[in-house]
């Protein structure tokens, strides 16, 4: 069996309380692109789950979210599945911002539920997907959506329209619980107009769903990381209508309505960094319905 994995952006994201658990409660307008890896599955005879994969960095123990969602799902399931064997073909960069991970792992969970239990609903599928990990129900999902709480409330939406996406991963990763440690909810001196994105996406208007792209993370970006501000300042006189950092980063995404400007921008960048990326938006849904 084979699944594309696609990566995600974030159009928005809000940072609204700490909880008790420690965990913080967002509000994220997520997207997916048409970049992606390909997942496939195949049953062999061995013991355990295995993983193969020719990109040599990724773990292919339990730490590969993939690994995970296939023990989570036999564990929520009660489904054997000693003797799964999962590969990965990696094209998506790594602690990226872009849930590569989540998405491999949404990936394996589509693939499960369609060989062992084709009668389980998206809601039942979704709550397994987040016991593997707090993105993991929207990479399920796909298209475009909101997330609320820690990923796992999810509302469908409009996606963008077709549009060029520049994509820049500097070549330094940023922990997530580093940057969420660093976030006094109540200090952020900004956050993103959550409701105007969202009617913006309705009326399909790219200039002026770019005017609401915002991540609250860049308030509290450590100066170690400004090669973040300065991929997005370059993305922005190359001419791109918006660009932001998805997630905790470090890549930075630029919304650009046509190739040509974005490709051109995409060679800029690509003299001073290795991961540069043109790519679209992808709206297809993933995981339907029922
Ligand atoms: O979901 P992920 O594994 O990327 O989260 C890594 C860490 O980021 C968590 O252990 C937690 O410290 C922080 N986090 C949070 N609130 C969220 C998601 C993650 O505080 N909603």
């Known amino acids: 069996m084979e699944e594309r994995a696609y990566a995600k952006l974030n159009l928005t994201l809000d940072i609204l309380r700490k909880r008790e658990d420690g965990f913080h409660d967002l509000r994220m307008v997520m997207q997916n692109v048409a970049l992606c890896d390909d997942i496939s599955l195949e049953e062999k005879s061995g013991e355990g789950i295995s993983l193969h994969t020719k990109a040599a960095y990724l773990p292919t123990d339990s730490s590969n979210i993939a690994v995970k969602a296939a ?31 989540s998405s491999d792992g949404a990936a394996v969970l589509r693939m499960l539920r ?99 792209v915002y991540n609250v993370f860049e308030d509290v970006l450590p100066r170690k990381y400004q090669r973040v501000w300065e991929i997005k300042r370059q993305m922005l006189e190359l001419d791109a209508f918006t660009a932001a950092m998805t997630g905790s980063g470090p890549t930075v995404f630029g919304i650009f309505a046509e190739e040509e400007a974005a490709q051109r921008a995409a060679q800029v960048l690509a003299r001073e960094y290795r991961q540069v990326y043109v790519t679209r938006p992808w709206n297809e849904k993933l995981a339907k319905a029922e």
Request: proline letters at 7%; aromatic letters at 6%; hydrophobic letters at 40%.
């Open 71 to 101: 023990e989570v799902f036999a564990r929520e399931t009660g489904v054997n599945l000693s003797g799964l064997d999962i590969s990965i073909a990696k094209r998506l960069p790594v602690c990226a911002g872009m849930a590569g991970g």
């Open 114 to 212: 369609r060989r062992y239990r084709p009668d389980m609903g998206r809601e039942e599928l979704e709550r397994i997907a987040a016991l593997v990990g707090s993105d993991v129900p929207f990479c399920v999902r796909g298209g475009a959506a909101l997330a609320e709480g820690k990923g796992e409330r999810l509302r469908d939406l409009p996606g963008l329209p077709d549009c060029a996406i520049l994509l820049c991963k500097p070549d330094f990763p940023i922990s997530t619980p580093e940057l969420f440690g660093l976030v006094r909810v109540k200090k952020l001196k900004f956050h993103p107009d959550t409701a105007g994105m969202l009617s913006a996406l309705e009326r399909g208007d790219l200039q002026e769903i770019c005017r609401y």
